[in-house]
């Protein structure tokens, strides 16, 4: 199984990642990730992370994923991406970003996670 990225480093507004270049957003999944553009299916703080942000993780075998709400919880999460994640067999975690990255980073070590990082608001 390849492994997620670990996430080395966050503060606000910048994240670094193994083998990644430095950034803002992430999507991370194992062997692998880039910048979490929202402009790609539309998402934006209301009304949260849709369902087709989250397809990606379905396709690449993920079993657990992490979304984060960002440092100041801003960031919503429709129902709907929750329960597609969860109707696929996947475990879903929704936390702030800072405890998001730990729950990502521990389980990164054993499972095939994926997750959606926001580093401001």
Known sequence: MDRAPRITQISWGRMEVEGLRPGKD????????RAWDWSEHGTSHEPGIRPDEVREFLERGCTTVVLSRGMELR???MPETVKLLEDGGVRVHVEETTEAVRLYNRLAETEAVGGLFHSTC
């Open 26 to 33: 992430f999507r991370l999944y194992p062997g692998g990730g």
């Open 75 to 77: 960031l919503n999460v």
